[in-house]
């Protein structure tokens, strides 16, 4: 009981002690102030900026010279759906013409000698609507393109046999 009494008392001096400080509190506190800090002086002539090693690519000319020498589709006889074959070629003038939406193509419908007159204008206007469906499946907008159909009033090739009429059912992607 004691040594209780004893802690409780030097326990009370501490804290009045520690009341009784001496700091006026009506007196502003010191306030410390800082030395200038030396800089150094600019440099006179500003570095040059390092020289770019990266080239410049004009993504519009790229894209016309990959379909420059791709403007064919041709088809089977008596048939206007476009072969698998012609994708990657689709595909190139589909990126030609998303990358710059004021490229637009005239595809031109046309037939081989065979049928008639009538049936080759609708047949080659069926050819070029299917190439014209197959650029806006790619995201190739309708005002882009223009079908039409020459029929077998154009022919590529001259003959009377397979070979000729092979070259002459066709559409040609040609810039308007």
Do not use: I
């Amino acid at each position: 009981m004691k040594t209780t009494r004893y802690a409780l008392s030097v326990l009370a001096l501490a804290a009045m002690a520690g009341c009784a400080s001496k700091v006026d509190l009506d007196k502003p506190a010191p306030v410390e102030t800082a030395q200038p800090v030396q800089t150094t002086p600019p440099p006179a002539t500003p570095a040059p900026a390092p020289e770019s090693k990266v080239a410049t690519v004009d993504l519009g000319a790229e894209l016309t010279k990959a379909v420059s020498d791709k403007r064919v589709v041709y088809f089977d006889f008596d048939s206007y759906v476009v072969k698998d074959s012609y994708a990657p070629l689709l595909d190139a003038h589909a990126k030609r013409m998303n990358n710059d939406r004021k490229v637009a193509l005239r595809l031109e419908g046309n037939t081989d000698e065979r049928g008639g007159s009538e049936y080759n204008l609708a047949l080659g206007q069926k050819r070029s609507e299917a190439v014209a469906k197959s650029l806006e499946a790619l995201g190739v907008q309708a005002g882009q393109v223009e079908p039409v159909s020459f029929g077998k009033e154009r022919p590529a090739a001259e003959g009377h046999d397979e070979a000729a009429w092979s070259k002459n059912r066709r559409v040609e992607l040609k810039d308007k």
